[in-house]
């Protein structure tokens, strides 16, 4: 995000939830998303550059524009309600999703409702299995700069990092993860300063001694600690917060379930968690939400629930519980010492 603002011309705009208004804005240096306040003059916004769609979001909702290629008179995003008709003005389209969608997927159709593509230009990934979210096809190839590329209509995205050497390849399914956060010492020492300078009480589920999983904010301002119980995750946050349904449904949309991935090869597995990280935004955004009743220190408090097949995230006043299985009947404020 950038606060650059003068000189932006707006292309086409559209109102998100919440009183923002988002846009693909154009200066100098290019095409931007940039979403304000209705009420503010200026737009934090995110260059475009020479992505086919770029996505920016805000409480409970997601919007995804970029340029209309020539010939394109309408584009398509996928969103975890369903496709969504974009609006499109002066050689650009946005659209606004009612859920939050890390990865836009974008199709762009001719006057006649054909697709609007560049010819195929890599390797054919012969053994992916799920189609595309912009198209439905099943084309996939190898693109530039660890992508893969929908050859049907042209959804691009870049392969996560994969550690681990090449995926097996002999039938085996093995277990291949992502590169994710590692704890040095130097963080464990930070994530425990966090929960000492925390500006209100930290909570846990009962149980065990809980693991700092995440925090965020300056030494002078934690704005969240996370804290887990066997998998039982408590978010803590202080200062302005989301609605407890957006948050459980951000919550819920990002919990994994522990399934071992095919033995395919690793433009293949990029493209199966892809449909797989959807597939949980799709139910966390269209799961209905319900009450439960979950003590706080000894008071009860009801909480907006989200559940997706096993998995549950629960949220009140900046309180964000989640896991798998039973939800915690209390919770308790914790300063004790992690390991
Ligand atoms: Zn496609």
Known sequence: ????????EPLVQLPAPGGFV??????????????????????GATLIEERRAVATSGPGWTAVGGPLPDRADRAVVRGPGGPVDAETANGAFIAVLAANEAGPAVRFEDDDGLLVRDPPRGESIADATDRCPACTALD??????????????GHTFRMPLFYGGQASTHGRWQHVQPDG???????????????????GPVYAAPGSKPEIRGFGGSDDAISH???????IEVDTRFGTHELPED????????????????????????????????????????????????????????FTMITVGHTWAAACDGILVSGSGDVPPALHAYSGSTS
């Open 1 to 8: 995000m950038s606060g650059h603002q003068y000189g932006m």
């Open 22 to 43: 988002v846009a693909v804005l154009r200066d100098e240096l290019g095409l931007w998303l940039g979403s304000r306040r209705d009420s503010a003059e200026s737009y």
């Open 140 to 153: 996939w190839e190898r693109a530039v700069e660890d992508c893969v590329r929908c050859r049907a209509c």
């Open 181 to 199: 956060l590692r704890f040095t010492r130097t963080l464990a020492d930070q994530a425990a300063d966090a929960l000492r300078k925390a500006p």
């Open 225 to 231: 600690v996370k804290l887990a119980t066997g998998d």
């Open 247 to 302: 948050s459980a449904r951000a919550a819920v949309a990002q919990l994994t379930t522990d399934v071992a991935w095919p033995a395919r090869s690793q433009p293949a597995i990029a493209i199966w968690l892809d449909a797989r990280r959807r597939e949980r935004e799709e139910a966390s955004a269209n799961a209905r939400p319900s009450a439960v009743e979950i003590t706080v220190d000894g008071r009860p408090r009801i």
